[in-house]
């Protein structure tokens, strides 16, 4: 897109642009009496406040970092289905409070294995639903610096990791994952 490196709003320009538009109708209606005119300058005025608009918006993400979510698919909800039986209980908004915290997670947070390699989608989306689990209460705040461990044995670089699960500590929370308000 034109408007990934913008950073300034430029508001003059276009404040002095929509002005000219704004006075250039009534004054060709009634000075210059050329209908056609003002629905020309209308038009104009309509596609350059829509273009500005979406340089605005591009604008305000630019500045912001905004990274939207991962959105689960079906295959994914079927996993957590599958994987945490808990799942099924939990009622529909809390539901898409762990839905969205997951997906928070998974555009933000790095995932790894022991050997330091990303993790695939599903193991993924387990560590991440045991982190919502064990967090529920706590303020939900994510850091991009973060990472996420996965590993068979205790690392010995804990420092360096956020939240780290061991597998058989996976297998024993599976069942018994729920997120719980205190």
């Not at 276009?14 to 209606?29: H, Q, R």
């Not at 005025?45 to 918006?57: D, E, K, P, Y």
């Not at 905004?66 to 295959?75: E, F, G, M, S």
Request: aromatic share 12%; net charge positive.
């Amino acid at each position: 897109m034109v408007f990934k490196k913008i950073t300034e709003y430029r508001f003059s320009f276009w404040i002095a642009v929509f002005s000219f538009l704004l006075i250039s109708i009534p004054f060709s209606v009634m000075v210059i009496e050329n209908l056609q005119l003002a629905k020309i300058f209308g038009s104009v005025l309509v596609i350059l406040l829509i273009i500005a608009l979406r340089f605005w918006f591009s604008v305000a993400r630019n500045r912001n970092n905004i990274v939207p979510r991962v959105v689960l698919n079906k295959n994914d909800l079927f996993d957590l289905n599958k994987d945490f039986s808990s799942f099924k209980s939990i009622s529909s908004e809390d539901k898409d409070i762990v839905l969205s915290r997951i997906g928070i997670l998974l555009s933000r947070v790095k995932f790894v294995n022991g050997n330091n390699q990303l993790l695939d989608r599903r193991e993924a989306i387990q560590t991440a639903y045991i982190y919502v689990c064990e967090h529920w209460t706590d303020d939900f705040v994510v850091n991009t610096d973060w990472v996420f461990s996965l590993t068979k044995v205790a690392s010995t670089n804990k420092a360096d990791m956020k939240f780290t699960l061991l597998l058989d500590s996976l297998d024993q929370k599976k069942p018994l994952a729920i997120p719980v308000k205190a």
